[in-house]
């Protein structure tokens, strides 16, 4: 992450606490990226009907919260994962050291207004009027006990922050792993590889390579054993293709029994290399049947892989890999399209 990118996420940061606690705002995920945004000032409508919510009520109630999480920032979630993700981690580390510091300026004010208090000692050696120093008692009680009652809820508020901060960082990431990994499988999932390969085309286009590759007979897998067993198929492919990767693969689950792995910094023949390397690896996968006493020892898989092409586009390239993924399986199975020149 740059070091810009951190500071302005920083900068915000410390514009979105103060505000928070002003309004009472509890310190959850969505109410943290609502109040991020707001002062950002990046989106109008969302500043007006969070301004107008908060004249109405002086704070924002959770209802209100939600809606206005899911009609401005949700949707932006989806289209900037990546941008989204560094900036949370910059926000969570600077948040943490901003409560640390905001606690330090509570505790000297605090002091201040013990000071305070020491002026009374010197009212007997003043002329001054009853009246006045009554008056000067009644101000000054009045003043330090509001400041106090404002410390005190402030210092509670802070201490509350800092262990909901903790669990912030940790339901934020829950969040981003839900969103970009399969549950069933630990595989990176299609919304992942989307927002990836999109990435590369754009950034590092040049010897960028895709492999698709489906399990053979897969559906023929769920019907006689179930889908159970299926299930225990998917994650024993998915685990051996993660084992196979080389430094910069990622696997990816791209729906049902397909996957799609990236690989950068790779040409088509290495690419077909991993991909015949791959097929052999799941050759040797079995999964058993304990209740049946059987084992799955016929597994395979069929893949098919591309090349980025000058001005493709990652539909295109995805495109030609699924083509050659289908040939393989028009051809009989268990293969890799294209077929190697070597």
Known sequence: M?????????????????LMLKYQIPITPTNYALWYAYVSEQN?????????????????????????????????????????RQSVEAMTVELSQSLRDTSLDTTTFRERLDKN????????????SLEQIM???????????????????????????????????QKLQAAEKDGLFDALTGCYN?????????????????????????????KRINDTY???????????????????????????????????????????RMARHVAESFRRSIEKVSVKDRRKNATINNISASFGVSEWQNKDSPAKLLERADAQLYEAKRLGRNRVMPISND
């Open 44 to 84: 109008a409508p969302l500043n007006s009907q969070l301004d107008e919510i908060v004249s109405q009520y002086q704070t924002c109630p959770p209802s209100a919260a939600e809606q206005l999480y899911r009609e401005h920032i949700s949707s932006e979630q989806d289209l900037n994962t990546r941008e989204i």
């Open 226 to 268: 179930g889908h159970m067993l299926g299930d225990q198929v998917l994650k024993a492919v998915s685990a051996r293709l993660r084992e196979n990767c080389r430094e910069g693969m990622k696997v990816y689950r791209f729906g049902g029994e397909e996957f799609a792995i990236l690989v950068p910094n790779s040409q088509l």
């Open 2 to 18: 740059t070091l810009s990118l951190l500071q302005q996420a920083a900068q915000y940061l410390k514009k979105a606490l103060p």
């Open 135 to 169: 008056d000067m008692v009644r101000n000054l009680v009045q003043d330090s006990g509001e400041i106090l009652d404002s410390t005190d809820y402030f210092n509670q508020q802070l201490e509350k922050s800092q262990k909901e901060i903790l669990q912030l960082q």
């Open 190 to 218: 299609r919304r992942a590889f989307d927002v990836d390969v999109k990435l590369l085309v754009k950034e590092v286009p040049n010897k960028l390579c895709v492999i698709m590759a489906d399990i053979d007979h897969f």
């Open 117 to 128: 208090f020491g002026k009374l000692n010197q009212l007997e050696q003043q002329a001054t």
